[in-house]
């Protein structure tokens, strides 16, 4: 009869040829909780039915190396979007450009000057890498880098709000996403909130009867995820600073995608830019780095010297500040603008100038390879909370099969798996948002899904 004691021992597992290459592999104390865990779940399994004969060391030990694989596999992995959806912020938000990579990639792997003055040979500071990019391209007179445009938001708040009335319209007291709601951020860094208007008219008299009581800021937040359309009414900007500044308060604008770029360029809706905010007389405007602007994930926040300074000094600035991977990052894609090559180097700003004639182009080779599906007009979206309700005409491959649902579970299950969507019981797979060098992943991984 079989005996729980004829089971391997953790000794001589670890004699053999196997155990060795997964100590290689895997290092030896990972190895040994391994193979110990795989000696228990063998003797709990035993016990509950001793019938079968005990594993054989073999076995154990391919159960050992599955279990150090599935322990040590990273959680976070690339994937293709072929939803179309250019920022998705589930998938990760904006790709980064091959400059941005390399600068992020370069400071990674030594020292750098982050906080040392290359000149004088002293300390520096992490906040002029950044600065001198941002004042060229907007005009600004001080800039700053934070970790998201989340954290910029609560920081200009704090430094310059505490404890002080923020006049706000209704119809910008928005939830972002992920929880972000304009409310409760102004809440958490002490402002008073000041309510004005109405969800869909708020005039510049509702500002003005506000503004009679002490107030340290009017905030805008542009409603950068949703659209009021039919009885709207809203002040110009310009106009909501003229009479804040008369009274002598300030105006931030949260822009959210703050693009620098014109999207109405590219048959979308004129997203407002952080230029015209800053000519519009804003004191102080905030951005995120990976929604429009393409870059890695950072809050930017430019304007005036005297309020700048102040959110630089506050400490909270020190718990939301950027790492020197993100500063290298943002400093590169910005130096995309200033060059004027966003639109050859930058991922979303390339897939957004891609031409109907290279979409369609791309569908019908994915089509060809594959020697099935259809090709046909759709549209894609910016995303990210940006430009609601604006999409591009678009081409995709469109592919029929019995189960779509199993279908996009098995795109999922491929390396890297694919991310498609399905319509009207069709896989629809768009090439606007799947990046070149993906091509060959994604018609092996169809191929795959296909047999
Ligand atoms: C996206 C967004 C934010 C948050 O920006 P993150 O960079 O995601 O932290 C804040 N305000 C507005 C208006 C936004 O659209």
Redesign the pocket.
Known sequence: MTKLRDLPSVEQLLQTQTAAELIARFGRPLTLTAIRSTLDEARARFKLNPEPALPSIDLILAQTESALAAWTKPTLVPVINATGVILHTNLGRAPLSAATIHAMDVVSRGYSNLEYDLEKGTRGSRLIHAESVLQKLTGAESALVVN????A?LLVLSALANRKRVIISRSQL?E??GG?RVPDVMKQSGAKLVEVGTTNKVRLSDYQSAMENPTALIMR??P??FKIIGFTEEPELKDIVETAHQAGIFVVD????GALLDTAKYGLAHEPTVQESLSAGVDVVCF????LLGGP?A?IIVGKKVLIDKIKKHPLARAVRADKVCLAGISATLLHYLKDDAEREIPIWKMMSLTLKQVKGRAEAWKNELGQGNVVEGESTVGG?SLPGESFKTYLLSLEVKSPDKFLKKLRKQHPPIIARTENDKVLLDPRTVLPEQEGALLVGLKNALK
């Open positions: 998201n445009n989340a954290s938001v928005v972002i996403g972000f937040v542009h950068s995820n949260d822009l959210g995608s995120s780095g990976d929604k994930q809050g909370g």
